[in-house]
C-alpha cells in the first residue's frame, strides 16, 4: 500500500507501509534512503508481525512524526537531504517518547558516539544479523521476542540476494547462498 502526501513546492513523498498478516498495534517506521534496504529489512519487521512504515526521506518521516504516535524507528544515518543525526535531534524536540535503533552502512565512530549520547536503543552496521536486529526492535517495545528458529537464515539470504540485484521471485543470486540438500 502507497500513501502519498504533497509537500512544499508541489513535490510528492511517498510512504510505503506493508501490513502484516495479523492486525497489529505495534508500529516500526524505517528511514533510508537505499531501496533495497527499505524493501528487505520491511520484509524482515513485517515477516516478525510488526506493521511497517516506510520512509525513503528524514523531511518526510518527521512530517508524519507530528501527527502520529511512532513507537520505534529504525533510522539510516547517512542519507541524502536531512541526515540520520538531524532527523534524531529534531525526532528528540518532536517525540521524546519514540525509541530509535540506528543502522548505517557506514562506521563512523563520531556518530555511534553521538547518537549513543542522544538515546539510541541500538545502532547496527548494514549488513546485521536478523536475530539480533529482531530482539533490539523486541528490546525498544518492551518485550521479549519471538522465537524464530529458521527467519534469521532464510531472510539473510532473501537480503543479500537482493543486494546483488536478483530478483526474490527469479531465483537468481540464491544459488549462492542457499544450497541444496545432497545425498549421501
Known sequence: MIATSHIEMGAVAQKRTTPSEKPSSEIVCL?????????????????????????????DFIAYVASHDVPVVVLDIWMKGMNGLEVLARLCAISPQTHVIVITGHEDA?????????????????????KEFLEAVHRA????????????????AFRNACRRGASPRS???LKSTIQP???R
Open 141 to 156: 517495545l518492551g518485550h521479549a521476542p519471538k522465537s524464530s528458529s529458521r527467519k534469521p537464515s532464510l531472510w539473510r
Open 110 to 130: 563520531a556518530a555511534r558516539i553521538t547518537a549513543m549520547q542522544i538515546g539510541t536503543v541500538a545502532f547496527f552496521i548494514k549488513p546485521f544479523a536478523d
Open 181 to 183: 540438500d545432497r545425498k
Open 31 to 59: 528511514v533510508d534512503d537505499d531501496p533495497t534496504v527499505l524493501r528487505s529489512t520491511g520484509l524482515l519487521l513485517a515477516s516478525d508481525g510488526f506493521d511497517v512504515c516506510r520512509f525513503d526521506n528524514g523531511e
Open 171 to 173: 531465483g537468481m543470486g
